[in-house]
């Protein structure tokens, strides 16, 4: 789960690791030894708007043959079954990007309590890469304009979002870009907080 501000950058760095993820290059201070092909539901920006910014970026050309882009996607359950089968037809794709989980998540029920509908919203996710070894997927996500003492309580919803995740990552706004707080099950680093700056459609540490 990756959560910011709205306008913050949020779509910019999902760009980035696909395109390293496609191209098996450097990702801030990771590196993608093994390229994979992505998938990205870019359900926020329209068809035009999404081209340009991946031709601003100058990304390599693998990078931008590596990526697979989709605009429109059904909601819910019927959107994780067409990623499932979409999975199936092309086990190339080992990343999937989701811009974001408000367009894609269905609608919730005012009869459903929200911690329920939160957790429900991501764990049908996270149920697809449990099944999957390897495959990745990020969902975008906004914080609440209020910044809380924990980062994590930045993230707008309940904590049935983070409770159904294996990691997430908030984006906070800083005087030289942002600063980026990660953390999770699977998160095994000593940092969590990282400082990172925005230049040519890009972010680095």
Not at 10 to 35: H, I, N, Y
Not at 165 to 174: G, K, P, T
Request: hydrophobic fraction near 45%.
């Amino acid at each position: 789960l990756i959560a910011g501000r709205p306008k913050l950058g949020k779509t910019t760095l999902l760009r980035q690791k696909m395109a390293a993820m496609a191209a098996g290059v450097e990702f801030l201070d990771s590196r993608f030894e093994q390229p994979v092909t992505a998938a990205f539901l870019c359900l926020e920006e329209g068809e035009r708007l999404a081209k340009a910014k991946f031709e601003l970026a100058n990304f390599t050309e693998a990078a931008l043959a590596g990526v697979r882009l989709f605009f429109e996607w059904p909601r819910g359950m019927e959107g994780v079954d067409l990623l499932d089968r979409y999975f199936d037809a092309n086990p190339e794709v080992g990343y999937a990007g989701i811009d974001s989980l408000t367009k894609f998540r269905t609608v919730p029920d005012a009869k459903t309590p929200a911690f329920i509908a939160d957790y429900e919203a991501m764990s049908m996710l996270h149920e697809l890469t449990k099944r999957r070894p390897g495959l990745v997927i990020d969902v975008v996500h906004h914080t609440r304009k209020a910044q809380s003492d924990d980062p994590i309580d930045d993230i707008s919803g309940t904590y049935g979002l983070t409770a159904a995740v294996d990691s997430y990552m908030v984006l906070r706004a800083h005087a030289d870009g942002a600063v980026m707080h990660v953390g999770g099950r699977l998160w095994d680093r000593e940092i969590s907080e990282y400082k990172i700056r925005r230049a040519n459609q890009r972010w680095e540490m």
